[in-house]
C-alpha cells in the first residue's frame, strides 16, 4: 500500500475555509476521487463565499437524505441534463442581488460529457458566470458503471463486457473550443497544481471548466489505497495529460510526463477493468504520441515524445 501524505504535506492554515466542504459521514467509497477533490476544494475557496449546484451523480447521493446534509454549503440538486441551466439561474441571481457568490458546478463524465452536454455547452457559449468541474471516474458511477462517452477504449464495463472499442471523448478541446476564458485538467497527485487551478478558476469571471481524473475503485476495479497513485502513473506516461487552455487560443503545459511504457504498464495493470481487453503499454503508445504532437504544437513547444524521437532517429540510420 502506497502511504499517501495528506494533501502533499499541506497544512491547514488560517486562511483556508475553518469548516468543510465535504463533511464526515459522507457515502462516498473508500479511495474516491471526488472526496480527494473536495478537501483540495476546501483548502483553495477559503473565506469565498460559494455555492455547489451537483446533477444526478456520485456526488448527489453522496450528500445524503432530506433534511441532512453532508455539504458545508448551499447545494442544490439538478436532474442530470440540467446543472449548468440550473447554475446559470442561480449565478444570474447572486449578480443581481450583488452578491459575491462563486457558482460552482460538479458533476461527474455521465453529466457533463452526456446527458448534461447541451447545458453545459449552452452555458459555455454566453459565458456564463459559472465554474464547472467535472470529476471524471470514466463511467455512470452511481447506476452500476455502464460506459460513458469518457470511458477509454479497452475499458470493461457493465454494458462493454469485451472492453470499450471506440476512444475517450477529448472533453478539454471540445470546451476550448467554446473559447471560453479558462479550461485546465487537474490531477489528484499534485496538490499544488491542483489548489493552484482551483484558487484562479474561483478568481476568475466568466465560464471555467475543470476536468479532473478521479479514481473510482469500484468501476476501476482497483485498491482503494492506490487511488492517487493510479493518476500518478497515467500522468507520467503521457495518458493524462495536465494543462491549461487560456481564452481558449494559448495553452500551457504544467507537467511534463516522460512518456514511460513502464508507468502505463502498472496503470494498466493495477485495474481489474483491463483484464478482458488484454490492453498493454504498446496498443496505447501511438495514440497518446499523437495527442502529444498535436498539444506541443498548439502550446508552441515542438518537443518531441520519446516515440517520435525514436522513430525519427530509426529513420535516419
Known amino acids: 500500500m502506497i502511504d499517501e501524505p495528506v494533501l502533499c504535506g499541506m497544512a491547514q492554515s488560517v486562511h483556508d475555509r475553518p469548516d468543510p466542504l465535504f463533511r464526515m459521514g459522507n457515502t462516498n467509497c473508500g479511495g474516491c476521487g471526488l472526496s480527494n477533490l473536495m478537501q483540495m476544494m476546501r483548502h483553495a475557496v477559503?473565506?469565498?463565499?460559494?455555492?455547489?449546484?451537483?446533477?444526478?451523480?456520485?456526488?448527489?447521493?453522496?450528500?445524503g437524505t432530506f433534511p441532512q446534509s453532508t455539504y458545508g454549503v448551499p447545494t442544490l440538486l439538478t436532474t442530470f441534463a440540467s446543472a449548468a441551466a440550473s447554475a446559470s439561474g442561480v449565478a444570474s441571481v447572486a449578480q443581481l442581488n450583488g452578491e459575491d457568490t462563486r457558482v460552482i458546478c460538479?458533476?461527474?463524465?455521465?453529466?457533463?460529457?452526456?446527458?448534461?452536454?447541451?447545458?453545459?455547452?449552452?452555458?459555455?457559449?454566453?459565458?456564463e458566470d459559472i465554474l464547472y468541474i467535472c470529476y471524471d471516474n470514466?463511467?455512470?458511477?452511481?447506476?452500476?458503471?455502464?460506459?460513458?462517452?469518457?470511458?477509454?477504449?479497452?475499458?470493461?464495463?457493465?454494458?462493454t463486457l469485451k472492453g470499450k472499442p471506440e476512444q475517450k471523448k477529448d472533453i478539454l478541446s471540445i470546451m476550448a473550443a467554446h473559447r471560453i476564458p479558462y479550461a485546465a485538467s487537474i490531477s489528484l497527485a499534485h496538490a499544488e497544481d491542483t489548489v493552484r487551478k482551483l484558487g484562479r478558476a474561483l478568481d476568475l469571471k466568466g465560464f471555467r471548466f475543470l476536468h479532473v481524473l478521479a479514481p473510482c475503485p469500484t468501476g476501476w476495479k482497483?485498491?482503494?489505497?492506490?487511488?492517487?497513485?493510479?493518476?500518478?502513473?497515467?500522468?507520467?506516461?503521457?495518458l493524462f495529460p495536465v494543462f491549461e487552455i487560456f481564452d481558449g487560443k494559448?495553452?500551457?503545459?504544467?507537467?511534463?510526463?516522460?512518456?514511460s511504457d513502464e508507468a502505463l504498464g502498472m496503470y494498466l495493470s493495477l485495474q481489474r477493468r483491463?483484464?478482458?481487453?488484454?490492453?498493454?503499454?504498446?496498443?496505447l503508445r501511438p495514440a497518446i504520441d499523437l495527442y502529444w504532437e498535436n498539444l506541443r504544437a498548439l502550446s508552441g513547444r515542438n518537443v518531441p515524445t520519446r516515440r517520435t524521437a525514436e522513430a525519427t532517429a530509426e529513420w535516419r540510420r
Do not use: H
Request: glycine letters at 12%; a negative charge.
Open 106 to 127: 460538479l458533476a461527474g463524465d455521465g453529466g457533463t460529457c452526456d446527458i448534461g452536454f447541451a447545458s453545459l455547452s449552452a452555458a459555455a457559449e454566453r459565458d
Open 250 to 259: 494559448r495553452y500551457v503545459v504544467n507537467i511534463e510526463p516522460d512518456f
Open 138 to 159: 470514466e463511467i455512470y458511477g452511481n447506476t452500476g458503471g455502464q460506459r460513458s462517452s469518457a470511458t477509454p477504449a479497452g475499458a470493461i464495463t457493465t454494458n
Open 46 to 63: 477559503a473565506q469565498r463565499r460559494v455555492q455547489l449546484i451537483i446533477p444526478a451523480c456520485c456526488a448527489a447521493a453522496a450528500g
Open 222 to 238: 482497483s485498491e482503494p489505497a492506490l487511488g492517487i497513485e493510479l493518476v500518478r502513473l497515467a500522468v507520467r506516461s503521457g
Open 274 to 283: 483491463f483484464q478482458q481487453s488484454r490492453l498493454g503499454a504498446a496498443d
